[in-house]
């Protein structure tokens, strides 16, 4: 039994929590608490070297609480706990999935790099690559999924591969489940790379969450979430995570302390809560996701159905095979018209709610051409599929029979 390895749903319910460490609880409290005391002057000088980089860790040594923007035992646990569904060396969490993507980008960027990013990506990552970092000097190129096979060669054609310092891709792409192949982007990202700079491959894994899809097996070096959908989960937190080495998260961290986007102790405790029931959550939307699908695949009103169970594309079915371990739960379809008749199938919805977001435990479905993808280029949206009639679905956990019910209805009203 010593040599037993513990999955990771069972490690969520104690891992990185000791109970004799707050009067035997159970579950770890919230350390609601701003400032930790020091037992003597000479340990807070040792956590504050280490904090701000000054030295390392010596061996054994572990990094005391000094304050709640920089160390929390709330937010300790929870990254100790998400790395375990990941295998990475370390993890950052932060107050939301925009500060984790931002503050991601302008650790690992300077001004005269450049960025090549995947497209579509969520719009408010469209509108901080495109609007905001070229502001501070950072150039930003784009590509589609149907160029990935020649990243190699679009970043030499662009004359600025010595520039390179980033590879972002979002796969699934938010809303049109498009599949970027993460070892193909790491190949290039390697090809570019030089003994004096690392290309890095940064991968939101925020539709796969942390159970369908792990980036950093597939030769990403950080992988980021929107920690509100799936690992968070019940639409009552926003937050954000990235995770890879402990060198990387390391300087992560630092910008974190600096720019004051960490999670605080409630948020993280919110999410302890969640990760406990992560694994039969989204097992459970995955399920519901399959049978919605099959409704909707062939239906008379659905003139485009986008999800992963049912592609026809070859290539795309190639990287769903290495890449991913289930066509999760989200799933986008066209129905007959535009956005009229989009309008009115959303509006007729009963059961499943409108509103944005995604991968919570209730049924979420939107129009994402004038909500999430508003700010996208209209005409950048018509090239990527994101049309006036696209509707985007966040199954939940609801019985499949209920949300077809639903849906059926609905459609009817189109």
């Known amino acids: ?4 390895k513990f999955h990771p749903e069972s490690l969520m319910m104690s891992f990185g929590y000791k109970p004799e460490l707050s009067q035997g609880a159970v579950k770890s409290p919230i350390f609601q608490t701003s400032t930790f005391v020091f037992d003597k002057a000479e340990h807070g000088k040792a956590f504050f070297e280490v904090a701000y980089g000054l030295r390392e860790k010596a061996e054994g040594e572990e990094m005391g609480l000094i304050y709640s923007r920089l160390n929390n ?3 300790e646990i929870l990254e100790d706990r998400l790395c375990l569904w990941e295998g990475a060396g370390d993890c950052a969490v932060f107050e939301s999935g925009m500060s984790a993507i931002t503050t991601t980008l302008m650790e690992f960027l300077s001004p005269g790099d450049l960025l090549l990013f995947s497209n579509p990506v969520y719009g408010g990552t469209d509108h901080f690559i495109k609007e905001i970092l070229p502001r501070f000097g950072i150039e930003v190129m784009g590509f589609y999924p149907w160029e990935q096979d020649h990243l190699a060669e679009i970043i030499r054609n662009s004359g600025k591969a010595d520039k390179l310092r980033m590879i972002y891709v979002e796969t699934p792409a ?3 489940n498009i599949l970027i192949d993460i070892a193909n982007a790491g190949r290039a990202a390697k090809a570019f790379s030089t003994a004096e700079k690392q290309v890095l491959v940064a991968v939101d894994n925020t539709y796969m969450g942390p159970l369908w899809q792990h980036p950093l097996k597939q030769g990403a070096d950080l992988v980021l979430y929107s920690a509100t959908k799936y690992i968070g989960g019940h639409s009552d ?4 995570a990235c995770l890879g080495s402990e060198a990387l998260i390391g300087r992560l961290k630092g910008m974190r302390s600096f720019l004051g986007s960490m999670a605080g102790p409630w948020t993280c405790w919110l999410m302890l809560r969640s990760l406990e029931t992560l694994k039969v959550r989204m097992e459970a939307q995955a399920r519901g996701a399959e049978a919605v699908a099959a409704f909707l695949k062939g239906h008379p009103k659905v003139t485009r159905l986008h999800y992963l169970g049912h592609m026809d594309d ?3 079915q190639a990287i769903f095979r290495n890449q991913c371990l289930s066509a999760g739960a989200m799933l986008s379809f066209e129905v007959k018209g535009g956005e009229p008749e989009a309008f009115r199938f959303l509006n007729a919805l ?5 509103a944005v977001s995604l991968g919570s435990t209730e049924s979420l479905a ?7 993808h508003i700010g996208v280029d209209p005409g950048e ?6 049309t006036s009639a696209l509707v985007r679905l966040s199954v939940g956990v609801e019985h499949p029979d209920d949300l077809i019910h639903d849906i059926a209805r609905a459609l009817e009203a189109v």
């Open 381 to 386: 949206r018509g090239k990527l599929g994101i």
């Open 314 to 316: 070859p290539a795309q």
């Open 350 to 354: 009963k059961l499943v709610k409108l």
């Open 174 to 176: 938010n809303p049109t």
């Open 366 to 372: 939107e129009h994402p051409a004038t909500m999430t």
């Open 1 to 4: 039994m010593s040599d037993h």
């Open 237 to 240: 937190l926003i937050a954000g």
């Open 73 to 75: 035992p709330n937010m």
